[in-house]
Structure formats: C-alpha cells, structure tokens
C-alpha cells in the first residue's frame, strides 16, 4: 500500500474556494500565490492544482491561466508537482502537448495535467467554439489524451479522430522524465469509462466514503476490463478546515454557509445542470448536489475534513483505507490555513500510514 499524496487547489481565480462573502484572506494574485506555493511545498504537499477558467461563474471575476502561471511558480519552487487544468475544444492537443513538455522541462519534471471536459457552456460559445453534448464532450477529451501521449512518446504523430488531425508532426523536446501524468475528473459514465482508459488519475469530488467507494469500485472493473487495473490511481477533493476544536470548526462551515452569494451560488447550479443532470443516466458530477454542496463548488464539504488536526486525520485514513490515493485541499484563510494543515494533519496521516505497514 503506498504512501498518501496531497495536493491543493491553486486559487488562481478571485472569491477563493468558496463563493461567500464572508471575509476570507486569500489572494488570486501571483504574488499571494508564490506565498501559497511556498509554503505547500515547504510543508509536505506534494501536488498544487491550478484551475482552469475563462469567464466569470461562482464569483470568479478575475482568473489567471492555469499553464502560465504553473511555468511562473515552476521558477520559484524546487519540488512541488504542478497540475495545469485544461479544457480540450479551447486548445489544440498538439500545440498542449508542446506547452507541457515546455514546462516540465523548465521544471524539471514536475508537470502533470488534469483534462476538463467542460461544463461551462459561455466559455465555449464565447470563443466561438461548438457546445457538445455531453458524451462527445468526453469522445473529445479521449482523442485530446490520445494525441497527447503520442506526441511525448513517438518520434512524429499521425492521428486521425473526429475531433483531431495529426500528419507526422514532431515534439521536441520530449518531456524529462518519459509522460507526464494525466490527471481527469468527471462522475458520470463517459468520464469513468474515460479515466479507464485512458487517464493516469481520477479525480472526485467531494462525497461521502459510500460515494466514493462505488466511483473507485466502477472504474476499477472498467480499467481491469481495458487491462489497466494497475495504472489508474483516485484522488479525492475535500475543503479543509482544521481548528483547535471540532465545534470552532463547525462553526467556521456554518459561517461560510450562512453568507453565501446566494446569486453566485444559483447561476453556479444553474451553469452546471449542463453536467450533472444532462447525462442520460443522471448521475454526472453535481447531480446531486445541494445549496450548501455547492458553496464550496467542487462539493468539498462532503468530504468531511472539518475538525481538530486529528480528526481531520482520522477521516484521511478512512479514505486511504477505501482506495484513495490522494487527497486534494482547498482551504479559507490561505497562508494559515495551507501551513496549518501541513503542519499538523499530514504528519498525523503520515504517522498512521506507518502503523498500517507494520
């Protein structure tokens, strides 16, 4: 059994991970986010998630892009991963696959993507690019992948999809140390029979341990059946809030919630109907997701990371223990949130881990 990895969301958009207006000290800026990434390397993360966004929804007015800022933070970090979201329809794979490769070797190795297929429609038909239905969503995405992974590992690429077309083109040079990992989220049964195939992670949002354990049960049968059981790992997102007692904890979700952008929040449910509920089988990220859910918008709350340090520790062994590998954060008040949970909840897990070794 291997070792937990952490990540956390890079809040490269403005209004932080929570659309509130409860007053939070979180910066959207480069310079916070230097500080941020610092400090989630200094203390033992292993990942850092950038989003991925081009127009306003939840409250995000201002957004820096997730690839340029990822090479910017590559030049003042020695260790951390960093993890570009991308939104396959708004950027060609041949010219992603030159931009990662780019980054990983101004990094040295420390590139990682995560592939969206998209749930925004404005952002689509803002840049005067067709709004798929949801599956060919993610038949897109599959092709994005594929002519990625090529153009890192061939001498030139030749491929001919629906989406796409390649005619021997080259990539040099190549990413540092062989394919970078390709991270993808999604709960409906295109993005799991995608992830199967094709991705190296699967993201999740936030849920209950029962949630959690159906997605990983799913697609692990569907990766076994594609002969790639062993090659796909889980991540989980949960919003931490780490305080010196469960009730201060409690009471700072309750705050959160009870000054939520009630606005913010609705056209926020409303963007995302397109893919929680515009699946056939219903059962799409969001679907089921309540007011209070989509206050913090990738239903982090759900996850249950809310309490003292050792109780926020406990609740991330249960979810190693179910078959998750990593776990990504989002937090309040950044600097001390993000330095808290380093200090005090990783080395706890890290404790535990080693007690379930022995």
């Not at 952490?6 to 500080?35: H, I, M």
């Not at 420390?110 to 599956?135: C, M, T």
């Not at 140390?177 to 029979?193: D, E, L, M, T, V």
Request: hydrophobic share 40%; aromatic share 12%; net charge negative.
């Amino acid at each position: 059994m291997t070792n937990l990895k952490f990540a956390y969301w890079v809040p490269n958009v403005s209004g932080g991970l929570v659309v509130s207006k409860l007053p939070q000290r979180t910066g959207w800026d480069f310079e916070s986010n230097k500080r941020y990434v610092q400090i989630a390397e200094e203390v033992g993360y292993d990942y850092a998630l950038l989003q991925t966004r081009f127009f306003a929804s939840y409250g995000a007015e201002n957004q820096l892009e997730a690839i340029t800022l990822a090479s910017a933070l590559a030049s003042v970090t020695e260790k951390i991963n960093l993890i570009s979201a991308v939104h396959p329809g708004l950027w060609h794979p041949g010219v992603y696959a030159k931009m990662i490769a780019t980054l990983d070797n101004i990094s040295q190795g420390r590139a990682a993507l995560n592939v969206v297929s998209g749930w925004f429609k404005q952002e689509f038909i803002g840049y005067g690019e067709p709004w798929l239905e949801h599956d060919e969503r993610y038949r897109r995405s599959e092709e994005f992948i594929q002519v990625l992974k090529s153009m890192w590992t061939q001498e030139a690429t030749t491929f001919k999809g629906d989406f796409y077309r390649i005619n021997e083109a080259p990539l040099l040079p190549k990413p540092v140390n062989g394919r970078p990992p390709i991270f993808q989220g999604g709960n409906s049964k295109a993005a799991r029979r995608m992830a199967a195939k094709y991705s190296d992670w699967y993201f999740m949002n936030g849920n209950t341990l029962e949630g959690f354990k159906e997605q990983i049960e799913d697609v692990k049968a569907l990766a076994k059946a594609e002969g790639r059981e062993h090659e796909i790992k889980f991540a989980a997102n949960g919003f931490a809030i780490v305080r010196d007692t469960e009730e201060e904890a409690v009471q700072q979700l309750r705050d959160i919630v009870s000054h939520a952008d009630t606005e913010a929040v609705e056209g926020f449910k409303q963007a995302v109907a397109e893919a929680g509920q515009s699946t056939k089988e219903k059962s799409g990220m969001w679907a089921n997701s309540t007011f209070k859910d989509l206050v913090q918008y990738n239903d982090g709350f759900k996850t249950g990371l809310i309490g003292t340090a050792e109780q926020v520790a406990e609740r991330i062994i249960a979810l190693k223990e179910i078959g998750i590998d990593l776990v990504l954060t989002g937090h309040f008040h950044y600097e001390e949130d993000l330095r808290r949970f380093g200090e005090e909840v990783i080395p706890l897990v890290k404790e535990q881990e080693a007690v379930l070794t022995v």
